[in-house]
């Protein structure tokens, strides 16, 4: 199960060379890749919860608490947005606890663990939509802010630069920081409890503990992630953070990139992410509703059929590390 | 006021009965190949389409459609079971997972092209009819999709005691290897499976199409509906499904009338993550077997 691993220097010199390009791109490009950093970092918090055998299906429940949490503190208590991103990463870490915490004390495994994340998710997603102080099915919104005076670095709201900066760096925080866990021990006994639970208790694995840290860090991430896209957006709507729909299109890029692999997921994004941008125009020019979902579907399916390992243990294999991607299963 | 409550649990009940039909589909489809068909909405959405579609072209009552619908479903389960699902039944559960999350994108999507996203009403004359039964007033179009409903729960339950195709399915969801030991060509037995689960799931769409419009939308919900009922009657359990559908069409009915229409479904989430905490296996299931 050791994943494939692009060494540290190549990594960095991809991220410092795709934060130099930034201010060089026109604003549409801007936005394109923002979206894609923001699905490879989903993806990457979404793919440590899987290494550790933990079939997120309701991961929008931790992007919604985080963009939520961040949101609410800044617009109705003033709270700095430093504090009020990190404040929603911790309750989405919390919420992340209490349910892998809940699942792991009943002994909730395998597909009822991903039905109870599907579960969770709903019942968040239908008493944010009836709760009025964060406005409900109406949706809650921000402020608009005078781009003259405002400060990005204050604010964390700023134009397409500021937020393509914001999701590259998250992104490449989250690789280095995804990449040093799974090289400590805790990295082995989620990649144990991935292979064989009972065998790894057996081992002495921690169980219970190591399936709450990493769902923990997993939805910390994810709350991260959620905050950042709050801010982006500047308005939330339940459905269109927490629906089922957005734990769907979270999870298709780290699996078209490769399950279990670090760049995986980035890869993953690099590829779904222009296809999707590009098939919905495509899809309002020739006036063919639903292009894109059939895309995204058969693109899925293909993948899970032919290259069961995803797309980057394949590039690596092209590039003749042959026995490293061989690892992978 | 005794009326109201009579008439929205017998609403509740003919609502359940359908939702059963649809559980129904995805409990057996996971008892016999351990999958868990994430597109079961989508199959039901493809039901009420084909309801839609033969009733704008023949003008028949839509519940005297549902046995088309489920041949017609019965046949592209069979096909898709031994084109694409029969490759996964051995494989992980997440890439079991996603491969239906595949189908059902594939499936809505395909929904979208041909029907578009707007609703495609039903409308016929008894719409606004009800039978009136001492105090009870049964709506006309939900007491026939019920009671065709029950007739074709009936003939899937004869069908499985009583025929040998349906002795050797039980046989393959009781204890597989032993299945194969005796003879039983197990490929031939999951196609069947897949086929009477999305039977299951066209017929009930059929039946429901005039009661809320075709959307490709909808999907979503009969799925998680579907997953709720399962869940709470036992995984693998064909009365589990039959109970739990009839439990949730009334839970549901009773708290949008006594709480808020809004938060009807809270409640059923509430009892998912409480059966799953408290009794993985449902009420009707068995422990898991290694």
Redesign the interface.
Known sequence: MRPPALSRWPALAFFAAMAAAGPLMDSFWQSLLTLVFFYAYMGLSWNLM?SAGL?S?GHALFLGVGAYATAVLIAAAGLDPWLSLAAGAFLAAMVGSALTW??AR???R???F???T???A??FR??F??WELVGGTGGFFLKAINPETNRPLATLRGGTLFFYLAFLSATAGAYFIIGRLMASRWGYRWRGLHADEDAARALGVPALQSKVLVVAISAGLAGVGGGLFGLMQGSLFPDSVMG??VS?DI?IAP?IGG?GSLFGPIIGAFFVVPLMEFSNVLAQRIG???????????L??AV??FL?DGLWPRLIALARFRSSARCSK | MTSLYHNVISGGILIGVIYALIALGLTIIFGVMRLVNFAHGEMVVIGMYAGYALWSATGLPPWTLAPVAALLLFAMGYLLQKAIINAFIDRPQHAQFILFIALALIITGLHLLFFGPDPRPIQIAESMQSYAIGSIRLDVVRTQAALMAIGLIGLLMLFLKYSTLGASIRAAADNLIGAQVIGIRVRRVYAVTAGIGMACAGAAGALIAPLFDAQPFLATDFTLIAFIIVIVGGLGSLMGALVGGVMIGVAEALAALTVSPALKTVFSYALLVLVLLLRPNGIFGEPERS
């Not at chain 1, 063919?288 to 058969?298: E, K, R, S």
């Open positions: 899987m079939l299906l809940l699942g009943f002994s909730v395998g597909v009822h991903a039905l109870l599907i579960a969770f709903e019942l239908v008493l939509d009836n089922v729909r769907i999870l699996i399950l063919f509703f639903g292009l894109n979902t059939l895309i995204n579907g058969m899925i399916l899970i059929t069961p």
